[in-house]
């Protein structure tokens, strides 16, 4: 009688098959897979890109809302206490510096005019800080995520209205008086959004993973120090030769390179065809193109402009290092004016002209 050969065969490849079957399932001592393709920090201990640039956003857009709140105080208080010389206002309120006043007619500011674009730019900035925290995922740090999403809830808040009270086919038909109270509604929304404590530089303080990613954070300043581990002293050997003492390189300090000469130098005559690059001091110059003539000099490390214009009224404006500002009419001459190279009392600008 044959034996059943082939079921014992059967028999065998399925033990078989469940033996394969349970060495490929993890025991209770494995390690469990990996869920997080983003760890906040790598197994070297150093913080994961994703965590630096969330930190980075972080910082950068907290800094926006603190630029803009210390900037909305002193728009409002221009608005409501106007100087007779914008560019004096300008240069005044940076910390040390002493204003005079601009050579010309007096200027009479328009505060219908001031408070549109006061109103303008605190909803384009409202905007920004919006969307800069909006952007954020989760960092996977509970307190950092905590903290975004109470600064965004502020911002949040007071976002709805200051859209609304910034609307620009609603101030067409307002007064001047009227617009500047909205100016000034606006201005003590933003001042109403308070930063929460303990901020970011704080939380990092107290943790290790969002201390690394801040300090490697080009934009969050200060960068408080990593936490790096306390590495043992070791006793100090007595047969050991002491070591030679280094006394530091002494630094040298450098004196403000010189500005190259200018194309024109001090030749403002050579602005009469509309195109030239001269030299400005702290002496205020008269440069005359076309009809337009153009009063400048530097005062600590800004240019200032001032003009009157041919038809009645005047403008004046200042311009750091790289700064460009222009004069004109639609339909006229456009003059503009652009700061190469600056220094603390002098500076070399481009003047050019264009048709508008």
């Excluded at 939380?203 to 990593?226: E, G, I």
């Excluded at 000469?261 to 002496?283: I, M, W, Y």
Aim: proline share 10%.
């Amino acid at each position: 009688m044959l034996k059943p050969v082939r079921r014992t065969g059967i028999a065998l490849a399925l033990v078989t098959g469940l033996a394969l079957a349970s060495a490929c399932t993890p025991g209770k001592d494995d390690a469990p897979a990996r869920t997080d393709d983003k760890p906040a920090v790598t197994a070297a201990g150093v913080p994961a890109r994703a965590l630096v640039v969330w930190t980075d956003t972080m910082c950068a857009t907290t800094a926006t809302l603190d630029e803009t709140r210390k900037v909305s105080a002193r728009k409002i208080e221009e608005l409501l206490h106007p100087t007779s010389d914008p560019a004096s206002a300008h240069t005044s309120a940076l910390e040390g510096v002493d204003s005079d006043p601009a050579p010309g007619p007096a200027y009479r500011p328009d505060p219908g005019f001031t408070a549109d674009s006061y109103l303008k730019w605190a909803s384009s900035s409202v905007e920004a800080v919006a969307a800069g925290y909006a952007g954020l995922r989760p960092s996977g740090i509970p307190a950092a995520d905590r903290l975004r999403a109470r600064l965004a809830a502020g911002v949040g808040e007071i976002r709805p209205e200051v859209t609304r009270l910034s609307d620009y086919f609603a101030l067409t038909s307002l007064s001047p008086a009227e617009r500047t109270e909205r100016a000034k509604r606006v201005g003590a929304l933003l001042t109403s959004v308070r930063q929460p404590r303990p901020d970011l530089a704080a939380l990092a303080d107290t943790h290790q993973d969002l201390a690394a990613a801040y300090h490697l954070a080009p934009r969050c300043v200060p960068s408080p120090a990593p936490v790096r581990p306390v590495r043992p002293v070791r006793p100090a050997d007595p047969s050991a030769s002491p070591e030679p003492s280094r006394t530091p390189a002494p630094v040298r300090s450098q004196a403000p390179a010189e500005l190259p000469p200018a194309a024109d130098g001090t030749d403002f005559a050579a602005c009469a065809d509309g195109r030239c690059e001269v030299r400005l001091t702290t002496d205020p110059a008269d440069i005359r193109i076309g009809d337009l003539t153009l009063t400048a000099w530097v005062r600590n490390r800004v240019v200032r402009l001032h003009t009157a214009y041919p038809s009645g009224g005047s403008g004046s404006m200042t311009l750091g290092e790289g700064g460009r500002g222009s004069y004109g009419r639609a339909g006229g001459t456009t003059v503009t004016v652009t700061v190469k190279l600056l220094r603390a009392d002098e500076a070399n600008v481009d003047i050019a002209t264009a048709r508008s």
